[in-house]
Structure formats: C-alpha cells, structure tokens
C-alpha cells in the first residue's frame, strides 16, 4: 500500500512561484513512476508533470512547459513540483500520483494506481 500526502499549496499572486510537496510511504519508492495532476472548479483532471524513478525522464503538460519543475528526492521518499510564474488559470487542486505499473513518465490517469488527498492551489491576479 502506498499513501501519499500532498502539501505546499495555498492564495498566491500572479507572477509569484509556490513549491508543492508530496510524501510517499513505501519500501520502494524509488522505483515508482510520479506525477502531479491537477483539477480546476468544474473541469476535468488534467496532467501536469511525471517523473521516472531516476529523476531522468520528466514530461510536461504543454500548459505548464517551461514554468513548472517536477523533481524527486528518493532519499526522502518525496516528489516536488516547482512552479512559476503562475497564472490564475493554475488555480486548481493539484493531486500527487504514483503508479507501480509503469516505467516511464505517461498522461493518462488510468496507470497510476496511488492517488493523494490534493492541495489547494489559488492564484490571484
């Protein structure tokens, strides 16, 4: 079982960055494929960012390309996802992901079988 515990959001300014965290449990984390999807009021979830197991492989969503960072540190059991220059249309709950089905980064929500809680996302402009 793995769980995964979100943190890091809240009210930001447009223009401003914000760091997302996510705690994973489970004896080999290392080797899970994570991601970060994300939620807005009304709207599907959509993809944001993956990341393989060695930090080497990442893939973006091309909305966030450029702006955000997704890293890891399997140290720690943790994935990060640096962002900025947000923008109100961030705004969403940001949901962390791990799948132990897949060995590369991939979009769809159906290969990743460990989902969190979500943190809240809001950006002002």
């Known amino acids: 079982q793995v769980q995964l515990v979100e943190s890091g959001g809240g009210p930001v300014q447009a223009g401003d960055s914000l760091r997302l965290s996510c705690a994973a449990s489970?004896?080999?984390?290392?080797?899970?494929?994570m991601a970060w999807f994300r939620q807005g009021l009304g709207k599907e979830r959509e993809f944001v960012a993956a990341?393989?197991?060695?930090?080497?492989?990442?893939d973006y969503a091309d909305s966030v390309e450029g702006r955000f960072t997704i890293s890891r540190d399997n140290a720690k059991n943790t994935v990060y996802l640096q962002m900025t220059s947000l923008k109100p249309e961030d705004t969403a709950d940001y949901y962390c992901a791990a799948s132990t089905l897949i060995a590369s980064p991939r979009r769809r929500m159906d290969l990743y079988n460990y989902w969190g809680q979500g943190t809240q996302v809001t950006v002002s402009s």
């Open positions: 990341i393989d197991w060695s930090g080497d492989r990442t």
């Open positions: 489970g004896r080999i984390f290392s080797s899970y494929v």
